[in-house]
């Protein structure tokens, strides 16, 4: 993948596994890519890698993988996008999803996804049209909208640092900032 974005789209990154043989097929690969001078292979465990200065991260890690991953992936700064292939992060909803159309009925290896980290809005705000109570669930948003003395339901969702809303019929958008 990483190769790929370098070689295509002229994208800089590192490459991080815990198998040898992989890191040497993968170094390999960039040799015969001519991408060393935007790409490094490294042999390292993932859990013990700083990944706070990356903006991308490409995974194709199994499920219990991710899952042990993720806090450290919702800990990195807003925006960051994680596309992953095939394996989820269970109950973190993807914001979008690609599928091979060109692989029928697949089940394996045709479905890329990505999360957004959200940045963490929840709790409660004064905004110049009243109260505005939030609770967060990954990048999904539930709470409560004080309007002239009354509660309005609100329901939204975070993509990186910019929120989006609806209360009381109207459509709110902006963006949170100074949050880590």
């Not at 640092?161 to 958008?173: K, L, M, N, R, V």
Request: glycine share 10%; net charge positive; hydrophobic share 40%.
């Amino acid at each position: 993948i990483l190769v790929t974005a370098a070689r295509d789209y002229g994208a800089r990154g590192i490459g991080i596994d815990i198998d040898p043989e992989r890191v040497r097929e993968a170094n390999e690969n960039v040799r015969a890519n001519k991408v060393g001078d935007r790409v490094q292979i490294r042999q390292a465990d993932l859990f013990e890698t700083v990944l706070s200065k990356s903006t991308v991260i490409t995974m194709f890690l199994l499920n219990d993988i991710n899952m042990k991953l993720r806090p450290k992936i919702l800990g990195l700064k807003p925006g960051t996008r994680v596309i992953g292939n095939t394996f989820t992060m269970e109950d973190w909803q993807h914001d979008d999803l690609i599928r091979d159309e060109s692989k029928p009925n697949c089940s394996f290896n045709c479905v890329a996804y990505l999360w957004v980290v959200p940045a963490n809005v929840a709790g409660t705000w004064k905004l110049p049209q009243g109260e505005l109570k939030l609770e967060q669930k990954f990048q999904m948003l539930e709470g409560t909208l004080t309007l002239n003395g009354k509660q309005v339901r609100v329901a939204g969702r975070m993509r990186g640092d910019e929120i989006s809303f609806s209360a009381g019929g109207i459509q709110y958008t902006g963006k949170a900032s100074g949050l880590e």
